[in-house]
């Protein structure tokens, strides 16, 4: 996938004004309108005109994408950086739209694609009260002081990142939000806040936590709008999850395989005692059940049994494996010719 420079493509350094950005992609459109230009690439201008404009001149879009930092380069090689919509927090409600059909797969990677957040608005203009002509909040509140009728505020969206440990026993967490916001002049620039979140026991990865009152600011003496959290997981490097469901790799000795034996299995919240039933092979799938995350009903732990042999580095080592050897008639490759 090649990187998009979509100011870059507008002819804009990177702290243009949002009035800036209209008037540049006016102009470039209406020079490159495939009715107008008799430019061979005109179609194919215009397009990457409507991609980066859809882009910059929505507030949110713009500083999410202004997030991943300027070292890129159109037509670089690149990958979206891991969770790179950790704690960014959208406005307006969360769906998504295949509208952005026809844009590259650098944009459907980062707000229309199979792996983006779903929390983009649509690409064929519609947007949310905050973003029409550039409107700030102090200007909706303005615009409605005198309303009739109550205003609710928006629903906000943010996805933040939990331990495993938090899922399985429940935790009190500090959490920073960064939301777009456009200065007096039309700088798009980045506010924070902190907020104290209690990650309920048995939270599971994609689960969204509601926190009341704490999205958009309600118009007209209208009903504050409310936070929604969408949880991932981190990744843990022992444990590996689907839904409720966790699995671990248990490194176990031959004779422990071969004959059995009751090993400690560790896990996100304590350990556990688990039998290995004599004869188990490499690769062999235990259950632990229940001892996933915690629900109703709880998930399961599944440790796949991963036999460890001891090194031969000491002659008391070489001449205990010599005599193993000696001991059976066995060869690994019996059928493996065949």
Same mark, same amino acid.
């Given at each position: 996938?090649?990187?998009?420079?979509?100011?870059?493509?507008?002819?804009?350094?990177?702290?243009?004004? $949002?009035?800036?950005? /209209?008037?540049?992609?006016?102009?470039?459109?209406?020079?490159?309108?495939?009715? +107008?230009s008799r430019q061979a690439d005109a179609e194919e201008r215009f397009k990457e005109l409507g991609e980066a404009y859809t882009v910059l001149k929505d507030t949110e879009k713009r500083a999410a994408y202004d997030r991943m930092g300027s070292q890129w380069h159109e037509g670089q090689d690149f990958q979206p950086p891991p969770q790179w919509d950790e704690n960014f927090e959208f406005n307006g409600k969360e769906h998504r739209s295949r509208a952005?059909?026809?844009?590259?797969?650098?944009?459907?990677?980062?707000?229309?694609?199979?792996?983006?957040?779903? $929390?983009?608005?649509?690409a064929d203009g519609s947007s949310s009260r905050a973003d029409h002509a550039g409107q700030t909040a102090n200007d909706l509140e303005d615009a409605y002081s005198g309303a009739q009728c109550p205003m609710p505020g928006q629903d906000h969206h943010a996805k933040i990142t939990i331990d495993l440990e938090d899922a399985y026993l429940g935790a009190q967490r500090v959490i920073s939000l960064e939301t777009p +916001?456009?200065?007096?002049?039309?700088? +798009?620039?980045? /506010?924070?806040?902190?907020?104290?979140?209690?990650?309920?026991?048995?939270?599971?990865?994609?689960? @969204?936590? /509601?926190?009341?009152? $704490?999205?958009?600011?309600?118009?007209? @003496?209208? /009903?504050?709008?409310?936070l929604y959290l969408e949880i991932r997981l981190r990744d843990h490097p022992r444990f590996r999850v689907d839904g409720r469901d966790v699995s671990l790799d248990m490194p176990v000795a031959p004779w422990e395989a071969a004959l059995g034996a009751d090993v400690t299995v560790p896990l996100p919240n304590g350990s556990v005692e688990m039998t290995i039933p004599p004869g188990c092979v490499g690769g062999r799938r235990l259950r632990l059940k229940g001892m996933g995350i915690p629900g109703n009903p709880p998930g399961d732990v599944y440790v796949t049994l991963n036999i460890?042999?001891?090194?031969?580095?000491?002659?008391?080592?070489?001449?205990?494996?010599?005599?193993?050897? $000696?001991?059976?008639?066995?060869?690994?490759r019996a059928d493996f010719y065949r």
């Open positions: 996938m090649k990187y998009r420079d979509y100011y870059e493509i507008l002819g804009l350094s990177r702290d243009a004004t $949002q009035d800036g950005i /209209r008037r540049a992609y006016r102009q470039l459109a209406r020079k490159y309108h495939p009715d +107008v952005n059909a026809d844009f590259s797969d650098f944009f459907e990677a980062l707000f229309g694609g199979e792996h983006a957040s779903g $929390q983009w608005r649509q +916001v456009l200065d007096p002049q039309g700088h +798009v620039s980045l /506010r924070s806040r902190t907020l104290n979140v209690s990650i309920p026991k048995g939270t599971r990865s994609g689960q @969204h936590l /509601r926190l009341s009152g $704490q999205g958009g600011t309600g118009y007209g @003496h209208g /009903r504050e709008g409310d460890v042999l001891p090194p031969a580095d000491s002659d008391r080592a070489r001449a205990t494996w010599d005599r193993m050897r $000696q001991a059976f008639d066995f060869d690994p």
